[in-house]
T-cell receptor, first 118, second 112 residues
Framework: GAVVSQHPSRVICKSGTSVKIECRSL??????MFWYRQFPKQSLMLMAT?????????EQGVEKDKFLINHASLTLSTLTVTSAHPEDSSFYIC??????????????FGPGTRLTVL | EDKVVQSPLSLVVHEGDTVTLNCSYE??????LLWYKQEKKAPTFLFML????IEKKSGRLSSILDKKELSSILNITATQTGDSAIYLC????????????FGQGTTLQVKP
């Protein structure tokens, strides 16, 4: 149980284009999902908290108009990187709160999406 | 500002060695401390600690929290090459969203 998937796993795009990344909880419902980015040899940095049916909460320094988050259902959240630039190249990871599924009440992470902007 | 600091940042050992990874934190409204192992992709959950002084153990891995010292350690005994990974410490801040603050991670390399 507690499986989180992400799609695509890897994407290469041209500068100026937009890229959408999907995060799905496969066997549980997640009212809250989290989006992180990770640069090489660095830790995970929380970008935003995605709440089903409401606006996402962004961390300080994260541009909400550039990183659009939509949490349309209890099993799906999407992150759209708009007008991507090379500095947006990174590893994007989502997580979902396992909630009542397990006793550990922890977040379960998706496999991540490697974004490369040329 | 909430922060989590891990040490060392990197470590190279040989198979069979025992390692101790450190995590210290300064956060408001501490809820729990979590350890994750990250290999090539996403982190996988190891332990969640909420109470001071109670050791959690899973095979060769164990971890303990010291709320007085605001720190935790992760021990790995009889290391194997498969233990090579980045070990991440995260602190959950008490809120209605379960926000995690991650440390920089410790990169462990176990040589044969």
């Amino acid at each position: 149980g507690a499986v989180v998937s992400q799609h695509p796993s890897r994407v290469i795009c041209k500068s100026g284009t937009s890229v959408k990344i999907e995060c799905r909880s496969l066997d549980f419902q997640a009212t809250t999902m989290f989006w992180y980015r990770q640069f090489p040899k660095q830790s995970l940095m929380l970008m935003a908290t995605s709440n089903e049916g409401s606006k996402a909460t962004y961390e300080q320094g994260v541009e909400k108009d550039k990183f659009l988050i939509n949490h349309a259902s209890l099993t799906l959240s999407t992150l759209t990187v708009t007008s991507a630039h090379p500095e947006d190249s990174s590893f994007y990871i989502c997580s979902a709160d396992g909630g009542a599924l397990t006793s550990t009440d922890t977040q379960y992470f998706g496999p991540g999406t490697r974004l490369t902007v040329l | 500002e909430d922060k989590v600091v891990q040490s060392p940042l990197s470590l190279v050992v040989h198979e069979g060695d025992t390692v101790t990874l450190n995590c210290s934190y300064e956060v408001t409204n501490f809820r729990s401390l979590l350890w994750y192992k990250q290999e090539k992709k996403a982190p996988t959950f190891l332990f969640m600690l909420t109470s001071s002084g109670i050791e959690k153990k899973s095979g060769r891995l164990s971890s303990i929290l010291d709320k007085k010292e605001l720190s935790s350690i992760l021990n790995i005994t009889a290391t194997q090459t498969g233990d090579s990974a980045i070990y991440l410490c995260a602190v959950e801040v008490a809120s209605n969203t379960g926000k995690l603050i991650f440390g920089q991670g410790t990169t462990l390399q176990v040589k044969p």
